[in-house]
């Protein structure tokens, strides 16, 4: 529980400000067209923490990393609370993000930890930690937002990190650095070894890149739709938005289950299938809130879902590499995220909500079509290998 709660409170960090954009960008002097750099910082530097830190988790003390990286959280957090030029407040972001690839740390940590028969249904525990954090992360920002403003968010992110640093540093058992004789040098490079050898981590995190791009053409495109002149909402109630993605929770924690159960290829066709129809939903949410709402839950169920069986299915049967695995498949998250978010503010300067509507739909077809593909590919292969099978049983007779 512990680590869900720290993985919650560390994956806010990348969404505090994706209800807030209009509001950062007016009072540091961010165009709109550029706005989405905000949200695309924190997740480069995350990209930076998953290729550079997460590895780390391989050969060290995994307490004691997850412990330090979530101290340096409270020192991003303060350079975006005090932040008077966009410069500065990017930079920020990039040392906030950096330092919330902790939270794939923690994945790893429970990954590892776990026997194979539960491996799965805790990940779904601590996804729905995740979860919880991204959703409350933009209904809390929103509120602290409308009352004290917008630095005041980070304040309270900042505190939370040093809290939270302690108690997982006096809480968690001593963990073992020495896993298999793994070095530093060849855990960061395990996103390339592993995206050019290993054909289920090349599928899962490509489809990834391209799920977590229409989930962030969502999140960093709606304070566009509903801050703007159609809604005009404040930030408070834009954030309460986000409580429509609870239902992401228990897609997290029966997925897991699911996956248990060896049916994770069931679940991430179901849910990529669910993520292209949300975007007809939210399409329609420019004239209607009602439809807006559904739009949400079902997309992000369906993001959750498929996020928590590719993590149990890329993990199953090398749990002593969790860390180099699981970091390797969050860069591909990560740029994702990063891409819809740079993307989607001037795709709606240009072609408003329709535009932004259509580039969600664009990523998702593509995680779709590569499911697909990888499916008839497997599926191919099994009959090829049943027809020589056969064929040799003939022979012998």
């Not at 509903?226 to 909402?233: F, K, N, R, T």
Request: with cysteine; net charge neutral.
């Amino acid at each position: 529980m512990l680590l869900a709660v720290a993985a919650g409170f560390m994956v806010s960090n990348l969404y505090y400000g994706q209800p807030l954009l209009e509001v950062i960008g007016s009072d540091v002097g961010i165009p709109v067209a550029g706005i989405g750099w905000i949200v695309a910082s924190a997740q480069a530097g995350y990209l930076v923490g998953l290729v550079l830190l997460v590895p780390l988790g391989d050969v060290t003390d995994r307490r004691k990393l997850m412990a330090l990286q979530v101290g340096a959280s409270a020192v991003g957090a303060c350079t975006v609370t005090f932040a008077s030029s966009p410069t500065l407040l990017l930079l920020g972001f990039v040392l906030l993000g950096g330092a919330s690839s902790v939270v794939q740390t923690i994945v790893a940590f429970t990954a590892a930890s776990s026997s194979p028969d539960q491996r799965g249904r805790n990940i779904g525990t601590v996804t729905a930690g995740v979860v919880s954090g991204i959703i409350l992360a933009r209904t809390v920002a929103g509120g602290l937002t409308d009352a004290w403003g917008w630095r005041s968010v980070y304040i309270l992110a900042a505190s939370v990190a040093v809290i939270l640093s302690a108690a997982l540093f006096r809480a968690l058992p001593q963990d073992r650095p020495d896993r298999g004789g793994v070095s530093y040098r060849q855990a960061v490079q395990s996103v390339v070894v592993l995206t050019r050898s290993n054909p289920v981590f090349r599928t899962r995190a490509l489809i990834t890149m391209l799920l977590f791009a229409s989930f962030g053409v969502l999140w960093s495109g709606m304070s566009l739709l509903l801050g703007g002149p159609g809604w005009d909402l404040p930030p408070g109630v834009i954030g309460l938005f986000g409580l429509a993605g609870l239902a992401g929770i228990l897609a997290a924690s029966k997925a897991g289950a699911a996956a248990d159960r060896g049916w994770g290829q069931r679940v991430t066709g179901a849910g990529l299938i669910a993520l292209l129809g949300s975007w007809i939903a939210l399409w329609l949410g420019e004239s209607s809130l009602q439809w807006f709402v559904v739009g949400i839950v079902v997309l992000d169920a369906a993001v959750q879902a498929i996020h928590v069986s590719s993590q149990t299915l890329i993990v199953a049967g090398a749990e002593e590499s969790a860390s180099s695995i699981i970091g390797s498949y969050m860069v591909f998250y990560s740029v994702g995220s990063a891409a819809g978010a740079a993307t989607v503010a001037p795709v709606y300067a240009a072609w408003g909500w329709a535009g932004a509507s259509m580039l969600g739909a664009a990523f998702a077809f593509g995680a779709l079509a590569i499911w697909g593909a990888d499916q008839l590919r497997s599926a191919n292969s099994g009959s090829t290998a049943g027809a020589v099978r056969a064929s040799h049983h003939a022979g012998a007779e």
